[in-house]
């Protein structure tokens, strides 16, 4: 759980480990979540007492990483799922997609309005027709994508920081997506009742 907007409801997935990043120590208690670790500086949590109460420590403010590298950070290998990132400060944002040069991608990250999900290779999603999607590059790598079951399929497009298919949409009810690298798809989270099962 990281700063920035989350979403507002739980999902059904279960977590044994619930690492918080400052203010996403909010999203958490906010989603019902039991936090593990607590990680940052607790500069723009609301709940530094309570925090501090059950034995979590704050680091310094003046330091060399971010509240949220410190998590994936702790993170590592093992697969994860990043809740908040989205709205607040542009910045912050850029800084939390640089992260994913360096880090292993979440296989899931929920914002407040979007749920975006990791593909690298082979894959395929039932979504309703319709329903807005797009794709782009998980890191600073360009991506080779094919897609089957959109408005606007592509063949062997090349996704970069320079182009990347926004608001495209689901002509039928599955789409199959090839890529030679790791992107990002990003549906509404309103889709994550039907996605959950899939992922």
Not at 165 to 189: Q, Y
Request: aromatic residues 10%.
């Amino acid at each position: 759980m990281t700063g920035g907007e989350g979403p507002l409801s739980r999902p059904s997935f279960v977590y044994d480990r619930v690492i918080a990043a400052d203010s996403g120590a909010d999203l958490a208690f906010a989603l019902g979540y039991e936090i593990t670790e607590a990680l940052g500086d607790f500069d723009s949590t609301q709940n530094r007492e309570r925090l501090e109460a059950e034995g979590f420590v704050a680091c310094p403010r003046d330091k060399d990483y971010s509240d949220s590298e410190l998590a994936l950070m702790r993170v590592k290998d093992e697969p994860y799922d990043l809740f908040g990132g989205g709205g607040g400060r542009v910045d912050h944002l850029i800084s939390l997609l640089g992260l994913f040069d360096r880090y292993p991608l979440p296989r899931l990250w929920l914002t407040r309005k979007d749920l975006i999900v990791s593909i690298n290779g082979r894959r395929e999603f039932h979504i309703p027709s319709g329903e807005d999607v797009s794709f782009f590059p998980a890191t600073g790598e360009n991506v080779v994508i094919s897609t089957k079951g959109l408005v606007w399929d592509m063949d062997s497009a090349v996704l970069s920081h320079s182009w990347i298919s926004l608001s495209n949409r689901m002509r039928e009810e599955k789409v199959s997506i090839h890529t030679s690298g790791s992107c990002f798809m990003r549906v509404g989270i309103d889709l994550i009742g039907c996605l959950e099962s899939q992922i």
